[in-house]
Every structure is written in C-alpha cells, then in structure tokens.
C-alpha cells in the first residue's frame, strides 16, 4: 500500500490477519510522509462530538468578536500588516508535567471536563502509537515513551485549541505558516468540513484529507533525530479559506524540558556509516525553536551539533 495516496490506517487492522500490511503503512508514512491518518482509534465518536460543539461554541462565545477585530486591523491598508502573522485564533492547554486547564479563562465547567477527557483519551493512544513505532523501528517496547520523560518520569503534553475563520483574502495571508513541528509525536482531531491542512511532499503541497472522527498523526523534530532520521518530520501549513471556520485541536506529546535527546544506539548499529543527528536537552531546542519556528529544520539540527556536549544517561530498557 506503498505510493501516492495519503496514508489512512484503521487501527482495528492491526488486531487481525492484515496487520502486516497496516504496520507497512505505518512504515511507509512515517518514512516517506510524516503523517497518516487513524481510524478507529478507539476514542469515542461521542467523545469527539462533544469536543468538537463545546470548541466550535466557546470560540463562539468568547473568541469570535476578539478575532474579527484583530481581522479587521490586519487586513487595513490592503494586507501591508500580515508580515509574521497568521489567520488563525488559538490558545494551549498544559495537561503534563502540571495541568493549567482550571486557570484558563473563559472555559465553562462543562468544556473544562471534556477537554480533560479528551486529553485522558489521547495520551493513551499517543503512547500506544509510540510502542507501534517501536516495533516497527526493532527497538524494545516502550523505549520511545522513556525517551521522552524528563528527570520526572513525565513527558510533556499539551493541546492548541484553533480556530481559522473565513478569510476574505487568503492570498494576501496564510491560516498558518509553513513549518514542522518541534516535538515528539502530534494527533490532530481536525474540522472534517472545512479543508485547509496540506505538508509538503517531493516539492508539491499536498492535502491532509479531513475525515470524520479521524486522528491525524504527524511526526515531530524529535522523532526524527531519535531515530537518527529514519522518520521524518516535515514542513506543512494551513491555507485561509473563503468559507467555513476551520477547527483544529492539535495534541503534542513532547519529551519532558530536560528529556536528553539523542539517537537510540540501536539504530546508530544499522546507520553505521550516517553521520549522527545532534544530542541535546530538549528545553535548549525549544529556546532555538521558538526563534525559528517557520524556517527550515536542517539549520536547528547543525546549531544544536556546536552547543556543548551533554552527556546522557542510557535509556532503561527494564
């Protein structure tokens, strides 16, 4: 299942006699694409119902006036005041190390329980798509999750909560700005009404497809240098749209701020004659990231090559 199409995995393929064939589009996505898309990945379509109208109505009660001001001073003078911005309402939910969800203003008791919910759901398939990933890379189960932990046993794992109205000039600005994601491992439950999401493939945009009830997966910065770039993270944006507000949840589950980043040595094994990818602690890449969020990776990479070495402990594999 190799080839052109966008990938698309039913998860209930993997309990059955063709799971061979949905661990090779997992493969085959993770090295080629940077992104697939699940189905039946065991959170609830009730779940994502609920998600979807306490979203779609918070940000019509609290966010949509706010944006339409912000829209109307952007887009004053003909589009001269777009540089570095994007069309798009957002705001972050920390659930670990810390969950901030009860100090975020404007959410009602009710939202504040779903998205609590929610974020119960999607670290539960986060981490279990991460063990698939270890077993598709022959490194040992829960080698990725460990990874990812800081000093406190934890990762980091929050939510951006976006909204992209209809733009009246899409061509003047983006929805958001091409970029990859600085992270481990991203699920996206996305608007399957209204299109905008494409990445980059063999130099054309392409589009991520908006399915109902899907999880869209994409692969971050750190999986790629763990394994020492066997997977790929990659560029990708949203376009303005003319019609329809675009919603976006998008869930990252990040290694912890002073997780140390490195190629798994299992790997390093079989790239023998690969240079390696950088070592370093997360939070330093962040620091370096937030500065350059919407250029190219490859420069990110070689500037955490020159920073002092660090030296890291082996991952437990017990």
């Known amino acids: 299942m190799e080839g052109s199409s966008f990938p698309v995995i039913n998860m209930e393929m993997l309990d059955g006699s063709e799971r061979p064939e949905a661990m090779n589009v997992l493969r085959d996505a993770c090295e080629n694409w940077g992104f697939f898309e699940l189905l039946n990945h065991g959170i609830s379509h009730e779940l994502m119902d609920r998600v979807e109208r306490a979203n779609k109505e918070h940000y019509r009660r609290f966010r949509e006036q706010q944006f339409m001001e912000f829209a109307a001073k952007t887009l004053d003078g003909g589009g001269e005041n777009v540089e570095g911005l994007d069309w798009e309402s957002t705001f972050f939910l920390r659930h670990l190390p810390v969950s901030n969800i009860a100090e975020v203003p404007e959410l009602d008791h009710e939202c504040r329980k779903i998205m609590e919910e929610f974020a119960v759901e999607?670290?539960?398939?986060?981490?279990?798509?991460?063990?698939?990933?270890?077993?598709?890379?022959?490194?040992?189960?829960?080698?990725?999750?460990?990874?990812?932990?800081?000093s406190n046993?934890?990762?980091?794992?929050?939510?951006?909560?976006?909204?992209?109205?209809?733009?009246?000039?899409?061509?003047?600005?983006?929805?958001?700005?091409?970029?990859?994601?600085?992270?481990?491992?991203?699920l996206l439950f996305q608007d399957d009404q209204v299109s905008g999401l494409q990445l980059l493939k063999d130099g054309n945009w392409v589009e991520v497809p908006p399915l109902r009830h899907s999880i869209v997966v994409n692969i971050g910065d750190q999986l790629e240098v763990i394994t020492n770039g066997r997977y790929k993270s990659v560029m990708h944006r949203v376009i303005a749209q003319t019609n329809g507000n675009r919603?976006?949840?998008?869930?990252?589950?990040?290694?912890?701020?002073?997780?140390?980043?490195?190629p798994?040595?299992?790997?390093?094994?079989?790239?023998?004659e690969k240079e390696a990818y950088p070592k370093f602690m997360f939070e330093d890449y962040m620091t370096l990231y937030v500065r350059h969020k919407f250029q190219a990776k490859e420069p990110r990479f070689e500037a955490m090559k020159i920073m002092e070495p660090i030296s890291s402990q082996p991952i437990h594999t017990a």
């Open 122 to 150: 999607l670290e539960k398939l986060a981490e279990g798509l991460l063990d698939l990933l270890c077993e598709n890379l022959g490194l040992e189960k829960g080698y990725l999750k460990r990874a990812f932990n800081g």
């Open 247 to 262: 919603m976006s949840i998008a869930s990252f589950y990040n290694p912890g701020s002073d997780a140390v980043i490195f």
């Open 264 to 272: 798994a040595p299992e790997l390093m094994k079989e790239q023998e």
């Open 153 to 186: 046993g934890l990762p980091t794992f929050g939510t951006k909560v976006s909204n992209y109205p209809p733009c009246p000039k899409p061509d003047v600005i983006k929805g958001l700005r091409a970029h990859t994601d600085a992270g481990g491992i991203i």
